[in-house]
């Protein structure tokens, strides 16, 4: 029996998971984000709107290439211009794509599985508009509702990251909360968020596709929480690191134990050093460093696991629980041939933008319209955006 095409499809749904983890084995722990709020555009001289998000955003990659594992967009800060603020989003994850740059989109999308498998056509698919690496999840109508969506990620060989245990002070006392009934009943509410997730990952070798959000400012709360992310395989996304507050302890306290799947997340704490690029760089790579060696001492440090390996819980919320087993993650395959192979190779120049003069002041407006879609398969280049010039 001809076992092929079953092999080809777990190596897709595992790809996305293979890619970043080579690209954090290579470029360290940290993703740029991109948020171009209204305060940073007028800081950095720019118009408030789509070209000026347009402009941050290539001057962002200009610092995130070949320094980071990854990018991630903020999309309300795009849709906020409509149609052009769209259109501005579609070709900035063009341009790293080019680039080779792993991006996730930060949609926070969410809803029936009726009405959410459209977003699949925005994000996933080939040739979509918005064709990026990953996207986020909220899991309001309940994890499972997100079954279909996450199946059309993997499938095409894209990941997810799912809100699970956010930074927000009223975070807390939602996702704490014991569920009264259902398939985690007696546990909390991101606990069974996380075990919905992790069965996606199981039977995968190395680090899976779907993964969670978890905020490194949640501190020792997050032992209420009955989330043990030592015991995930799959990435986890951290935001809060820097501008929010969160700092090298904080990711030690919340990561301890890790195996090499956390993913921090900085943005505003990058971008103040612009639009100098010279500065952005520096401070990029500065805080990767950072960030790195926190997580190296997080990983050194023992999680909260009982020996069989089951995730820690609050005593009351065990008492009709059944123990949940998350597999070890898997180191070998982020350092196999295989997966090195499937990412592209960001220091060739062949798959790169041109780079602008480190030493200028403010991005030339020509970074967001030189990529030749004859360089790239099935992925044709956006409509360029005008050439009006931004506010000095």
């Known amino acids: 029996?001809?076992?092929?095409?079953?092999?080809?499809?777990?190596?897709?749904?595992?790809?996305?998971?293979?890619?970043?983890?080579?690209?954090?084995d290579k470029y360290g722990p940290l993703c740029v984000g991109i948020d171009p709020h209204r305060k940073i555009l007028t800081d950095w001289g720019y118009n408030v709107d789509a070209e000026g998000a347009e402009l941050f955003s290539m001057r962002m990659l200009q610092a995130a290439h070949g320094r980071a594992a990854a990018v991630k967009f903020q999309t309300p800060m795009f849709e906020r211009y409509g149609s052009k603020g769209f259109a501005a989003l579609e070709r900035v994850l063009y341009a790293a794509r080019q680039m080779g740059i792993i991006t996730i989109v930060d949609c926070l999308h969410g809803g029936l599985s009726t009405t959410i498998s459209a977003i699949a056509d925005a994000y996933f698919k080939p040739g979509a508009p918005l064709l990026a690496d990953a996207i986020t999840l909220l899991p309001y109508y309940g994890a499972r509702s997100l079954s279909g969506l996450i199946d059309e990620a993997l499938d095409n060989g894209r990941g997810v990251f799912i809100a699970s245990l956010?930074?927000?002070?009223?975070?807390?006392s939602l996702q704490t909360a014991i569920r009264q009934s259902g398939d985690y009943k007696g546990r909390t509410v991101a606990y069974g968020i996380a075990s919905t997730a992790q069965k996606h990952n199981e039977g995968i070798e190395g680090m899976g596709s779907v993964g969670l959000i978890i905020g490194a400012t949640i501190g020792q709360w997050i032992s209420d929480s009955?989330?043990?992310?030592?015991?995930?395989?799959?990435?986890?996304?951290?935001?809060?690191?820097?501008?929010?507050?969160?700092?090298?302890?904080?990711?030690?306290?919340?990561?301890?134990?890790?195996?090499?799947?956390?993913?921090?997340?900085?943005?505003?704490?990058i971008a103040a050093h612009g639009p100098d690029i010279a500065m952005l760089s520096q401070a990029t790579e500065s805080i990767a460093l950072d960030v790195r060696?926190?997580?190296?001492?997080?990983?050194?440090?023992?999680?909260?696991?009982?020996?069989?390996?089951?995730?820690s819980m609050p005593k009351k919320a065990?008492?009709?629980?059944?123990?949940?087993?998350?597999?070890?993650?898997?180191?070998?395959?982020?350092?196999s041939s295989g997966a090195a192979d499937a990412v592209p190779d960001v220091d060739d120049p062949t798959e790169s933008a041109p780079q602008t003069d480190e030493s200028a002041s403010v991005p030339a407006p020509a970074v967001r319209s030189s990529f030749d879609p004859s360089k790239t398969t099935g992925d044709s280049a956006p409509a360029a955006a005008s050439s009006k010039e931004p506010r000095q």
Do not use: H
């Not at 065990?318 to 350092?335: D, R, W, Y």
């Open 1 to 24: 029996m001809d076992m092929s095409g079953g092999n080809q499809m777990d190596v897709q749904r595992s790809d996305f998971g293979l890619r970043l983890k080579t690209c954090m």
């Open 166 to 172: 956010t930074s927000n002070e009223e975070g807390a």
């Open 226 to 269: 009955g989330v043990d992310p030592a015991q995930f395989t799959g990435p986890i996304l951290s935001p809060g690191y820097g501008w929010q507050g969160a700092e090298a302890k904080d990711l030690k306290t919340v990561f301890k134990g890790t195996k090499g799947n956390v993913l921090v997340t900085v943005s505003r704490f």
């Open 293 to 311: 060696q926190a997580l190296l001492e997080a990983t050194e440090e023992p999680s909260d696991e009982t020996p069989s390996g089951i995730v």
């Open 318 to 335: 065990t008492e009709t629980a059944t123990p949940l087993t998350f597999a070890a993650t898997g180191e070998s395959a982020a350092a």
